[in-house]
């Protein structure tokens, strides 16, 4: 129960902070669906940060639910961009969606790769 508990509090830091950045870049929605590729790219490397760093060190079952599931899986919202890919497409803006999908696969990855990348050198680790 612990472990749902830790997972649920984590949501709602996450959430909170999902519609903090939602409402920080609502003047750009029209045009594009800037929060949503914020959040993903972010959140991405914040949990790149959290794998590298716990692929090295020892860290806690407890800060890994709270964290890396809570926190960070309620703050990345994948599924809010499948939607809108779909949306787009329903919507006969092809090129669009093509662009969201891209930019959001491409930078998501390389967000995860540079994180991991930093994270080895704060600790002082030869990437091999």
């Known amino acids: ?35 949503t590729l914020t959040v993903n790219i972010l959140g991405s490397f914040l949990l790149g940060l959290l794998f590298a760093y716990s692929q090295q060190q020892s860290v806690a079952e407890s800060w890994r639910l709270f964290l890396g599931v ?7 919202t994948f599924s809010t961009f499948s939607v809108e890919v779909v949306a787009m497409l329903t919507q006969g ?25 930093l994270m080895n050198s704060l600790l002082n680790i030869s990437v091999k």
Do not use: Q
């Not at 830790?6 to 870049?25: F, N, Q």
């Not at 809570?70 to 990345?76: E, I, K, N, Q, S």
């Open 1 to 35: 129960m612990s472990a749902l508990l830790l997972v649920a509090a984590g949501g709602a830091v996450g959430a909170g902070a999902r519609y903090g950045v939602s409402l920080a870049l609502m003047n750009y929605a029209a045009r594009f669906p800037f929060a």
């Open 70 to 76: 809570g926190v960070l899986g309620a703050f990345t």
């Open 93 to 117: 803006e092809l090129n669009k969606a093509l662009l969201h999908a891209g930019l959001n696969m491409i930078l998501c990855i390389a967000a995860v790769a540079l994180a991991v990348v």
